[in-house]
């Protein structure tokens, strides 16, 4: 870590350099799994690819499973995952070389507050994002697993602050939890090939959600996307983009499409070249009611299509 003095002149650096790009959407990038794992790096680098403005906040270490737990950050008394930053570190800080790569010493909440709270005021010409990736996670989170889920108690975080946003997880039999580093050593391996997937795969769906005016989401409201493994489909230009529940239920009435007014769970559609879409309440992480359906299927347009079609 630098001193006081070098680190603002990063800030100030980064902090140019975004708003220069200011015509450009500004996206919080966070997740469960750490700020130093291949996944989220390599969609921090598909983001900004696209086109946009990207600010990531992290836990310093994997969080996974911890749901919407919260705490105050304090000094680290070990490294950071793969020995990212030291021990003594500050308890949030960021890479030496990229000012927009951050940790905080916390839960996923933690990483999502302080990034919407802290770091975008900075980079983002003292505005909140305009959209909060959280993931992919190194792992799917299906069904009543994303009551424990960090990657989606880090979105909910976001939607709770009145930032609209997404979780999404990968196939853990394609992903799993590795060093950033292995992106470039070993650029051919499964879980470099997966990240490098699911990273433009998630950059098309912000695309289409993002495509027109605000407001993207209703207030409140989340995303859930599963992604199935890359055994089953190795392009994400394939991938079907389908409108599920979160959890099956015979007796609601969802959204009218495909013929149908009963979505399917997304357990049941994540495979092949499938991919889930789920809409859920931040607040209790549960599905929500056809209208609010009805808003993201509207939104999304032809981008959805028919499981099984």
């Not at 997880?169 to 051919?188: C, D, E, K, N």
Request: hydrophobic residues 35%.
């Amino acid at each position: 870590m630098h001193s006081l003095r070098w680190q603002s002149l990063y800030r100030s650096l980064a902090v140019a350099v975004l708003v220069s790009g200011s015509f450009a959407k500004n996206i919080l990038l966070t997740n469960d799994d750490g700020w130093a794992v291949a996944m989220i790096r390599a969609q921090d680098e598909a983001l900004k690819e696209a086109g946009y403005n990207v600010v990531l906040s992290c836990p310093s270490e994997n969080k996974s499973g911890t749901g919407s737990s919260t705490t105050t950050p304090t000094t680290m008394t070990e490294p950071c995952e793969y020995n990212t930053c030291s021990t003594g570190s500050p308890a949030e800080g960021y890479n030496a070389t990229d000012p927009t790569l951050n940790y905080v010493n916390g839960y996923p909440v933690d990483s999502a507050r302080y990034g919407i709270q802290t770091l975008a005021p900075q980079f983002f010409d003292g505005a909140k994002p305009d959209f909060v990736v959280s993931g992919p996670n190194v792992g799917n989170n299906l069904g009543s697993t994303v009551q424990i889920s960090g990657t989606v108690g880090a979105a909910c975080e976001a939607a709770k602050e009145g930032v609209p946003s997404i979780s999404f997880s990968g196939s853990g039999s394609s992903l799993s939890q590795i060093s950033y580093t292995t992106l470039t050593s070993s650029p051919t391996s499964t879980d470099t090939l997966a990240a490098y997937l699911y990273s433009a795969a998630t950059v098309d769906l912000v695309n289409a959600l993002l495509a027109s005016s605000p407001p993207y989401l209703p207030t409140g409201i989340v995303m859930n996307v599963n992604y199935p493994s890359l055994a089953d489909c190795a392009s994400a230009s394939d991938y079907k983009w389908v409108l599920t529940r979160i959890l099956s239920d015979s007796e609601a009435t969802d959204v009218e499409t495909c013929g149908t007014d009963h979505l399917p769970a997304e357990s049941d559609v994540v495979g092949g070249c499938y991919a889930s879409v789920s809409v859920y309440n931040a607040s209790t992480k549960a599905d929500v009611d056809a209208a609010t359906q009805g808003f993201v299927l509207n939104r999304l347009g032809s981008f959805l299509t028919c499981y099984g079609s």
